[in-house]
């Protein structure tokens, strides 16, 4: 064999080696598919991943729990064009182009408790609050 074609299969032989290293191969598989009244123009999924937020292109934010299910909506207008997650899972920026503004928004998330034959003291239909003091060290 020609020192030529040594070098020429040697070539070959490296560039092969490298590139069937440096390909990724990727499988994926749809989870879920929410089905949407209205067309989608961001989403946005909570820190904890607890919930997924989709704003719309009525002006309207579709609140999802993680198991697709379809918890509230809130309107924050036309403008709004994306929404980004904050560090919390309460937390959203809205922002919008055209009126060059962020708005930084807390959801309070109301729980329905069931206490149904536990003893009460009070008006069976009065409102509580619970506040949970986490940011202590």
């Not at 070539?11 to 067309?39: G, M």
């Not at 002006?59 to 560090?87: F, H, N, W």
């Not at 962020?102 to 409102?127: C, E, W």
Request: charged share 20%.
């Amino acid at each position: 064999m020609s020192p030529r074609y040594i070098i020429s299969l040697l070539s070959s032989l490296v560039v092969a080696v490298f590139f069937s290293h440096s390909l990724a191969f990727v499988e994926w598989d749809v989870q879920r598919t929410l089905n949407l009244e209205k067309p989608p123009l961001d989403v946005a999924v909570s820190g904890n991943g607890r919930w997924i937020f989709i704003l719309t292109d009525q002006g309207s934010i579709l609140i999802y729990s993680a198991d697709g299910t379809l918890k509230d909506k809130i309107t924050v207008g036309k403008d709004v064009d994306s929404i980004k997650a904050g560090p919390r899972e309460d937390t959203l920026f809205l922002t919008s182009r055209k009126n060059k503004t962020v708005q930084h928004i807390t959801l309070d998330f109301v729980y329905d408790i069931n206490i149904s034959g536990s003893p009460f003291k009070g008006p069976t239909d009065a409102p509580v609050a619970i506040t949970v003091f986490n940011d202590y060290q």
